[in-house]
């Protein structure tokens, strides 16, 4: 059984909205993506890595109010 990943969830979804291709940046650089969260389509790689942060922060905001009965 292969073991999914939140970023391969991330990638999957990605590729189901037809996200594809690079910041406008010249460079290869990750770190210069140009994602911001009120353009989460700029490119695949701000996408796929906003959704992957979005996800865990989800499954710890579940397992907190889990925790407390909610």
Known sequence: MQIE???DLADQIADWLGIYGGCKN???D???CTYNKNKPFCCRTG???ALKERMTDA???DKKL???GL
């Open 66 to 68: 889990n925790s407390i």
């Open 30 to 32: 990750d770190d210069l």
């Open 59 to 61: 499954v710890e905001n």
């Open 26 to 28: 010249v460079t290869n």
């Open 47 to 49: 996408f796929v890595g």
């Open 5 to 7: 990943t939140t970023e």
